[in-house]
C-alpha cells in the first residue's frame, strides 16, 4: 500500500479535508501494522520451523555418524548407504596400522606331506613307446616322483539290513539281540550320522529344513521328509536337555560370566499386545568353556528366569543394560564391558572434537586392558601397583575434567549420553576398573558377543523362526555344541554319540 500518492498542500485545504486525510492515513498506517504483524508471526514460525529442522538435521547426521567404532551398532551396519565409516584403527605405539592376511610371526596353516598315508597306489606309463613296444613290459628303474592327494571318498548313502537273533543258552534261559545304537522304532530308518548331518546343517549352518533336505538328496542320495529333519531339533534337544542343566550348573560356578541380549525373530509377525515388535530376545551367558542360552523377552521376568539368582560368587561382565542392576535379580557384582565404554569415549570424542577428555580416558582404560594382558601372559597374580596406580589416576582425572566441561546434558545429539557416561565411569569405578583389580575378570563381554553373533547370522540367512518351542530346541543344541567346541570336540561327533544314546556330558569341577 503506497503513502506516496498527490495531495494538495495543507494550507489549501479545509478543515474537513484534513481530517479525512489524518484519517485515511491513519487507516493506512493501521493495514501496514497489521502486514507486518502478519509477516513477524510467520517469520517466527519460520524460525521455529527452522530450528526444529536444525534439530532433526543434526540428530539425522548424528546418528548416520554412529558405527561400530563408537556405539554398539555392529559391524555389518557400517556399510549401510549414507553411513560415516569407522576410521582406520591405529596399532598401539603409533606403527603402520596391520595389513590384511596372515600377519608376520603368526602361525601358519599348510598341507602337510604324512609317512603314514591311507593309501599308495604305483602308477606307470602306459601305451606304446616310439619304437612300437608296449611299455607293459619294460624295466622299472624305480620311483621318480611322489604326489599325496588328500580327497573324500564319494559320498551314498548305504542301506544295512540288521537282524536280531534270537539265542538259547544251554541253561534253558534265551536271549535277544538288541538293535544297533540309534535305532529307532519300526522297519526302517534313518542312521544316528546322518540324523547328526541334518541337525547339523540346520543349529550350526541356520539351513532352514526344505534346503537341508535338498542337500542331503545332492550329498547322499537320501531325501528324508522336511518334518522329519524339522523334528529332529526337538528329539535331539531332548537328548541333550541333561547336558543343557549341567552346563548352566557349571556356568553359575565359575568366576566370572559374560553376559549379553539380542532380538531375535520368532513366531507370528503381529506383536502381541501391548508390544510394538513381533520379536523375542536370546540371552546368553558364557564363559571360555561352556555357552548357555535362553529364549524370552528383555523384561525381568526373562532376566529372573536365567542364571542370575543362582550366581553368588560370580561376577557378571555385561554391557550397562538396565535390567543387569535390577534389585530384584538379587546382589550381583559386576564390569561393565569396557569394550562399550571405549566406543562410547569415541563417539564422546566426536561430540567433543576439541576435549582431551575423551581420549584422556580411553588411552587409561586401554592401557590398563593391555596391562592386565601382559600380567596374564607372565602369569602374574596382579598388575604392577605403580603402573596400575598411575593409569587408574589418569582415569580419574580425565573423568574430572569430562564432569567440569559438561556440566548439563546439553542440547546437541550426543551431548546428553556423554554426559550420562562419564556419571557411570565415577559413580560405579568400582565396576568399571574390577578388571584391573582382579585378573580372572574379564575387562570386555566379548564372549558372550562371539556366542551371540550365530543368532545374528541366522537371521540373515534363513530370517523368522515360526516356532518358539522349535526356536528353545535349537540353541539347546546350540549351547551344547559351543560348549562341546571349547572343549575341544566335534560338533557331528557329539551329535551322532547323542542320538545313539550316549550324549556328551561335561565334567563337574574335581572337589576342593
Not at 59 to 75: A, G, I, V
Not at 329 to 341: A, D, F, I, P
Not at 393 to 398: H, L
Request: with cysteine; hydrophobic share 35%; charged share 25%.
Amino acid at each position: 500500500m503506497r503513502l506516496d500518492f498527490w495531495v494538495p498542500a495543507p494550507e489549501e485545504m479545509s478543515r474537513d479535508e484534513l481530517i479525512r486525510l489524518v484519517v485515511e492515513r491513519d487507516a493506512q498506517i493501521a493495514a501496514r501494522d497489521g502486514q507486518i504483524a502478519v509477516m513477524a508471526g510467520q517469520l517466527s514460525e519460520l524460525m521455529e520451523a527452522n530450528e526444529v529442522l536444525t534439530g532433526k538435521l543434526a540428530r539425522l547426521e548424528y546418528l548416520l555418524s554412529r558405527n561400530s567404532k563408537n556405539s554398539s551398532s555392529p559391524p555389518s551396519k557400517d556399510d549401510d548407504p549414507g553411513k560415516t565409516p569407522p576410521p582406520v584403527s591405529k596399532r598401539r605405539g603409533g606403527g603402520p596400522t596391520r595389513s590384511k592376511g596372515k600377519q608376520p610371526g603368526a602361525a601358519g596353516a599348510n598341507l602337510a606331506w604324512t609317512d603314514t598315508p591311507d593309501e599308495r597306489t604305483d602308477r606307470f606309463p602306459r601305451g606304446r613307446c616310439e619304437c612300437g613296444h608296449d611299455l607293459a613290459g619294460a624295466s622299472d628303474l624305480g620311483v621318480v616322483d611322489r604326489y599325496q592327494q588328500h580327497e573324500i571318498p564319494q559320498v551314498s548313502v548305504k542301506v544295512t539290513q540288521y537282524d536280531q537273533h534270537r539265542v538259547r543258552c544251554g541253561c534253558g534261559r534265551v536271549h535277544t539281540a538288541a538293535r544297533p545304537a540309534g535305532a529307532r522304532s519300526g522297519t526302517v530308518g534313518y542312521g544316528p550320522q546322518l540324523q547328526a548331518f541334518a541337525v547339523y546343517l540346520m543349529v550350526v549352518h541356520f539351513i532352514p529344513a526344505h534346503r537341508a533336505v535338498a542337500l542331503l538328496e545332492s550329498l547322499t542320495g537320501a531325501a528324508p521328509s522336511v518334518g522329519f529333519v524339522h523334528g529332529m531339533l526337538a528329539r535331539t534337544a531332548g537328548l541333550l536337555a541333561e547336558a543343557d542343566k549341567r552346563i548352566r550348573t557349571l556356568i553359575t560356578l565359575a568366576h566370572a560370566v559374560s553376559c549379553d541380549e539380542t532380538p531375535l525373530k520368532v513366531g507370528p509377525r503381529t506383536p502381541k499386545p501391548g508390544k510394538k515388535k513381533a520379536e523375542r530376545y536370546l540371552l546368553v551367558a558364557a564363559t571360555e568353556l561352556y555357552t548357555h542360552y535362553l529364549l524370552g523377552d528383555r523384561g525381568l521376568d526373562t532376566f529372573k528366569a536365567f542364571i542370575f539368582k543362582d550366581l553368588i560368587d560370580s561376577v557378571i561382565v555385561h554391557d550397562r543394560y538396565q535390567n543387569y542392576d535390577s534389585p530384584v535379580l538379587g546382589t550381583l557384582v559386576h564390569q561393565l564391558c569396557c569394550q562399550h565404554l571405549l566406543r562410547d569415549l569415541d563417539g564422546a570424542a566426536e561430540v567433543y572434537p576439541d576435549a582431551h577428555w575423551p581420549t584422556q580416558i580411553a588411552e587409561a582404560l586401554r592401557a590398563l586392558i593391555h596391562e592386565t594382558n601382559l600380567a596374564r601372559d607372565q602369569k602374574l597374580e596382579a598388575i604392577p601397583a605403580a603402573v596400575k596406580n598411575e593409569l587408574i589416576t589418569r582415569f580419574r582425572d580425565g573423568v574430572l575434567v569430562g564432569l567440569s566441561a559438561t556440566t548439563t546434558h546439553g542440547t546437541r545429539p550426543g551431548q546428553r549420553k556423554a554426559r550420562l557416561l562419564l556419571e557411570v565411569l565415577r559413580d560405579r569405578e568400582a565396576d568399571v576398573l574390577r578388571f584391573a583389580h582382579d585378573l580372572k575378570v574379564p575387562p570386555t563381554s566379548n564372549q558372550a558377543e562371539r556366542d551371540l553373533r550365530p543368532s545374528k547370522v541366522q537371521q540373515n540367512v534363513s530370517g523368522r523362526l515360526t516356532s518358539e518351542d522349535r526356536t528353545r530346541d535349537r540353541y539347546t543344541i546350540r549351547g551344547v555344541l559351543s560348549t562341546a567346541t571349547k572343549h575341544g570336540l566335534n560338533m557331528i561327533t557329539v551329535l551322532g554319540d547323542a542320538l545313539r544314546g550316549r550324549p556328551w556330558m561335561p565334567e563337574l569341577p574335581a572337589p576342593t
